[in-house]
């Protein structure tokens, strides 16, 4: 069974930063992209950022170029979301998700982690 565990939400301030962490891990897991999504109240979920699993290729929803950073350390399953200059639109719950591939579907995902931004 692979699980995906998000840790780092809170409560912050607009124009402050955050980082959240998601840890995989699973017998037989080998994880190829790596990403987060988030759902904020009554809309659908979203996709934020992605990372194949050498880090050399990174992709970012228009909405959060320049301010959020996704990294990954692939020795410990970790994926890593830098957020900073947030605003109150990026409150949502931020879910990661992993695939099998580079490029194919997001086959498992975390519970979330609940990401408030006051303004």
């Known amino acids: 069974q692979v699980q995906l565990v998000e840790s780092g939400g809170g409560l912050v301030q607009a124009g402050g930063s955050l980082r959240l962490s998601c840890a995989a891990s699973?017998?037989?897991?080998?994880?190829?992209?790596m990403g987060w999504f988030r759902q904020a109240p009554g809309k659908e979920r979203e996709f934020v950022a992605s990372i194949i699993r050498s880090g050399s290729t990174t992709t970012y929803a228009d909405s959060v170029k320049g301010r959020f950073t996704i990294s990954r350390d692939t020795a410990k399953n970790t994926v890593y979301l830098q957020m900073t200059s947030l605003k109150a639109d990026d409150t949502a719950i931020y879910y990661c998700?992993?695939?099998?591939?580079?490029?194919?579907?997001?086959?498992?995902w975390g519970q979330g982690t609940q990401v408030t931004v006051s303004s």
């Open positions: 998700a992993a695939s099998r591939s580079d490029y194919g579907a997001w086959a498992y």
């Open positions: 699973g017998r037989t897991f080998s994880s190829g992209a």
